[in-house]
Nanobody, 127 residues
Framework: QVQLEESGGGLVQPGGSLRLSCAAS????????MGWFRQAPGKEREFVAA????????TNADSVKGRFTISRDNAKNTVYLQMNSLKPEDTAVYYC????????????????????WGQGTQVTVSA
């Protein structure tokens, strides 16, 4: 069972940037697409971005397009989320997760497609 650990969250002013990291255990990290999700207080968990197992394809939610970039380093078993031009509405707990199926890529992902969730890292965007 893979374990995921997010880090890099914190408090940032509107317009600022943060880089989240998600470190994974196990030897099959490079076989799976990875995703970032977020959950704000009182709201359902929502998809943010995903990246294919080899890093060749990515997809983002419309709300973060042009501002957030997902990337991965399979040699380090780590996936990243670079967040720029942050807005107060980006405030949430951010989670990473692993696709349920290895070597699969979809142009559209949703929460049920992923499992092995990490504990999350808090991102707060406030002046």
């Amino acid at each position: 069972q893979v374990q995921l650990e997010e880090s890099g969250g914190g408090l940032v002013q509107p317009g600022g940037s943060l880089r989240l990291s998600c470190a994974a255990s196990g030897r099959t990290f490079s076989h799976y697409a990875m995703g970032w999700f977020r959950q704000a207080p009182g709201k359902e968990r929502e998809f943010v971005a995903a990246i294919s197992w080899n890093g060749g394809s990515t997809t983002n939610a419309d709300s973060v397009k042009g501002r957030f970039t997902i990337s991965r380093d399979n040699a380090k078993n780590t996936v990243y989320l670079q967040m720029n031009s942050l807005k107060p509405e980006d405030t949430a707990v951010y989670y990473c997760a692993k696709d349920r199926v290895q070597f699969r890529w979809r142009s559209y992902y949703d929460t049920p497609d992923f499992h092995s969730w990490g504990q999350g890292t808090q991102v707060t965007v406030s002046a």
